[in-house]
């Protein structure tokens, strides 16, 4: 849900907004927006073929398209479309352009509750995607809420304000049911400008038990460049997080715009790749449906002898 539902809507003919657009236009021969929602979400007015057509003219090569499902009546997407709908339209759309030489995938975006880890479970055994990603998101129930989070931010200390949100990632991690933790700590659209992106770089022992549990599990960290275009105008998670999972011996990250808006389409993406080569990480993981495969950086963001942070 990172548009918000309060977000300005765009209809697909309206100019980007100005962030946005200069955020887009360097991002020129990506090989994997592995992020990206279109009119099969409820927050979104993107058609799949608008984001296509972009793609084939800025020679971007893969996109994976992750709508939304959700598995709590009152969630946005619930009962939104259904599986068969949005395989249909993906797929259709995927044989479209497949002679432009681009490659579409049909991923999925599901929001994590433990309440329906059961019923995640059993959807994904019966119905197969090139790729999922499990988030956690910020409902109307949850203390961060626009209404609640100020309140629920005084006087609390950072890991308690935290630990709703990070404990409902820890255990999406801990499910193995994804292949990609998208936006880590999404949280932080919401805390900001109560609790600062400072002061929770500040305290990166509250991120560690999640980084620990993607190593152990095997699941990708999302580098999702979203953030870039919301209030905390940085990564979820930002850099040091994901040189961090580095360290602790994390190889399998990945970055996606989490588009949801023609204009918004890569936003972003050139400095979510930088952050992935910043932690010495020189591919992007992903799946196709079979097993996981690595995509390549661009060039410039190697260096002979290894990846470094030089992708400026
Ligand atoms: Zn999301
Ligand atoms: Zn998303």
Same mark, same amino acid.
């Given at each position: ?9 765009? *209809? ?10 200069? /955020? ?5 021969? $990506?090989?994997?927006? *592995? ?52 395989? =249909?339209?993906? =797929? ?5 352009? #497949?002679?432009?030489? $681009? ?21 994904? #055994? !019966? ?20 209404? =609640?989070?100020? #309140? ?5 200390? /950072? ?10 990632? /820890? #255990?999406?991690?801990? *499910? ?7 936006? %880590? ?14 002061? /929770? ?12 549990? %993607? ?76 097993? !996981?495969?690595?995509?390549? %950086?661009?060039? =410039? ?12």
């Amino acid at each position: 849900m990172t548009a918000g539902r309060s977000a300005r809507v765009l *209809s697909p003919a309206a100019p980007a907004p100005a962030a946005s657009a200069a /955020l887009t236009v360097q991002a020129r021969d $990506l090989p994997l927006d *592995s992020h990206v929602h279109t009119d099969l979400s409820p927050d979104s007015d993107a058609p799949i073929d608008a984001y296509a057509s972009q793609a084939v003219e800025r020679d971007i090569a893969e996109i994976a398209i992750t709508d939304h499902v959700d598995f709590g009546p009152g969630m946005p997407a619930y009962g939104f479309t259904s599986f068969d709908e949005r395989e =249909r339209v993906v =797929r259709d759309a995927a044989e479209r352009w #497949a002679p432009h030489g $681009l490659a579409i995938r049909f991923g999925v975006e599901i929001s994590y509750e433990r309440g329906h880890e059961a019923d995640i479970r059993e959807h994904l #055994a !019966r119905n197969a995607y090139d790729y999922v990603i499990g988030s956690v998101h910020v409902f109307s129930h949850s203390p961060y809420h626009a209404e =609640r989070v100020a #309140a629920w931010t005084a006087g609390r200390p /950072l890991a308690e304000v935290v630990a709703p949100y990070f404990d409902e990632v /820890l #255990a999406a991690i801990r *499910s193995g049911l994804f292949d990609t933790l998208g936006h %880590l700590d999404f949280v932080k659209r919401y805390l900001v400008p109560h609790v600062t992106t400072a002061q /929770l770089a500040a305290a990166p022992e509250l991120y560690e038990p999640l980084l620990v549990a %993607l190593v152990e599990t095997g699941t990708a960290l999302e580098v999702n460049t979203s953030g870039l275009r919301q209030p905390p105008a940085e990564t979820y998670p930002a850099g040091p997080i994901v040189e961090r999972f580095a360290v602790l011996g994390g190889t399998a990250v990945t970055a996606g715009s989490d588009s949801h808006r023609t204009g918004s389409f890569t936003s972003g993406l050139e400095a979510g790749y930088g952050v992935v080569a910043a932690a010495g990480l020189g591919q992007l993981a992903f799946r196709r449906g079979g097993s !996981r495969v690595g995509v390549a %950086l661009p060039d =410039r963001f190697r260096t002979r002898g290894g990846v470094t942070g030089a992708y400026t």
